[in-house]
C-alpha cells in the first residue's frame, strides 16, 4: 500500500477532529435545547395550572360533580390543554373524555404527578397516556377546595410530541450549521495542506535540482517561519555541496591536465582489469582505438607479455613493482611500473606507467655496436700492422750499413709506438664501455622472479592442456624474488624450460631463496634432449643445469 499524501493525511486528520468537536457540540446543544423547551413547557403549563386554579375559584359554588365536570369540558376546549380534576384517585372531571367517559377511567392514586401534588409539591411528568394513547407533559397541584369542590388534583397535560417537533426542527437547523462548519473546514484544511504540499515540493525541487548538479539553486520564499529552517539548512548544504563539487572539477582539471602533460603513458585499470582512464602519451603508444575507457590491455593493442605481466603483477608483494622493459609494435621500448590503488570499496586496482625509453635503449645499442665495432674492425687490423711491423724491423739488420736501412727502422719504430699508443685508446674504449655496462646493470630495477614465473606459467596453460600436463607452484615465499635478470629475459628462459615438459606428466615448480642465491626447481620427468636455456641466463649472471631430472635455474639476488 502507497503512502498517502501529506495533503490527504492533514485533510482526514483535520475531518476526524471536526467531526469528534461538533459531534461533542452536536450532543452538548440538543441536550440544552431539550432541557429548554421542556422548561419553558413546564413554565407555561404551570402558568395554566394557576389559571384554572384562579378560574375554577371564581366560578364557585358548582351544584354537582357533573356541573363541575361540564364545566372542566368547555374550559378545556378553549386552553387547548387537557384539563383534570382529580379527588382522592378518581377523576372527577377530564376535558379530555369528556363526562360521559368518567366512569371507565382507571383511579389515578398512582400517578407520578398525582403523588408529588398529593405530597404537597408541584407534580410533573412526562409518559404515554393509557387514556389517549400519546406522549402527553402532566403538571399537577393540589386544590384546598370551593364552594361544591372538594379538595382534590387539578391536573394538566399538553402533547409532547409539539414539544418533540420543535426539538427535531431545532436538531435539524443545528445538524445543518454544523455540516457547513465541517465541510468549510475541510474546504479551509485543504486549501492550507495543499500550500504546505506546495512549499514541501519546491524544497524538494530545489533539493532535487541539487542532485542534479545545479548548484546554484535556493529557497527564497518560505510560506511560513516554521519552514525558515529548513530553508536554510537546504540552502547552506546547496552551497557546501557547491563548493565542494567546485573543489573537485578544479582538482580533477589539474590532475587531467598534469596527467596530459606526462611525458610517460599512465593507465589506470580496475580491479577486473580494464582500463579506466589513461593520458595522451598512453594513447600515442597505443593508436589502435582512441577510446580505451573500459577496455583490456590486449584490446587497446598491448603485447601478450605487457598483459600478462600486469595480470601477474601482486600488490602484496609490494606497493609499487618494476615489472620488465619491453618491445612494443612499433619498435618502441617501454619500462613498466606498476602501483597497487584501492578503490572506495577497497577493492584493489593498479596504475601502470609506461617510461619511454626508446631513445636510451637505441644509443646503448648504438653504442654496444660501436665497441663491438671498434673491438674486432680497428683492434684485430691494429695488432696485425704492429705485427707486421715489428716482422719488418726484426729482418733489418743490426748494424744496418747504408742510411736507408736506418731510415728503415726508424720508420717502423714510429709505427710500432703508434699502434701501441692505438691500442691503449681502444682498450681505455673497451674499459670505459665494460664499466658503463656495469653500471648501468647495476642500476637496472629489480625483476620479481615469481612473477616472471607465474606469466611463464599462465602463457604455458594452452599447451599444457593440449600435452596433458598438470604444473603447479607449490612452494614459494610469500613475498617477491628480487633479481637483476630482465623480466622479459626470465619469462623467455621459463617458458623455454616449461615448453620441453613431456606429454601427461606432473611437473611441480619450487622456489626459494638460498643466501644471496634464488633458486627455483623444476621437478618431473625431462625430456632426453633437453635443450637449457644457459646463455640467456648467463648475461644476467645465473645458471640452469640439471640435478637428475629435475631442472634448476639460479639467479644471483637483488641487493636492497
Known sequence: MGQRSITLKYLLWTWGFFLLVLSAVFVFSTRQAERTVMGEAEDRAKSALNLVRHLL?????????????????????????????????????????????????????????????????????VRVSRTLGRDMLYVAEAYGGAGGVPPGIVRLALPASALRSELSRLRDTLLAVLALVFVAGGVAAYGLARNMAGSLREISGVVAAVGEGHFDRRIHIVPARDFMPLAEAVNALAARIGSHVREIEERRDRQEAILEGMAEGLAILDPAGRIVAGNRALRGMFPALSDIAGRTPLEVGMPLCVDRALDGFDGAAGQVQHIGRFELAGGRVVEVTVAAVADARGAGGRVATFHDVTEVATLDRIFRDFVIDASHNLRTPLTKVRGYAETARDMLPASPADGDAATAGSALAVVIRAADDMKTVIDDLLAAARDRFAAAKAATPATDALAALRQALAGSSTLFRAKGVTARLVDAPAGGLAVRAGHEVLVRAF????AQTPDAVALAVTAALH?????????GPASLGIELPDKELAEAGGEVFLDGATRVVRLPRAAG
Open 495 to 498: 617458458s623455454a624450460i616449461l
Open 515 to 523: 643466501g644471496e642465491t634464488v633458486e627455483i626447481r623444476f621437478q
Open 57 to 125: 375559584s371564581e366560578k364557585a359554588p358548582f351544584p354537582s360533580e357533573a356541573a363541575l365536570a361540564a364545566w372542566v369540558d368547555e374550559l378545556g376546549r378553549h386552553m387547548d390543554f387537557r384539563l383534570s380534576y382529580i379527588v382522592s384517585g378518581r377523576v372527577v372531571a377530564d376535558s379530555g373524555v369528556g363526562a360521559p367517559g368518567l366512569p371507565e377511567m382507571d383511579d389515578h392514586a398512582d400517578r407520578p404527578e398525582v403523588r408529588e401534588a398529593l405530597a404537597g409539591r408541584f407534580g410533573k411528568d
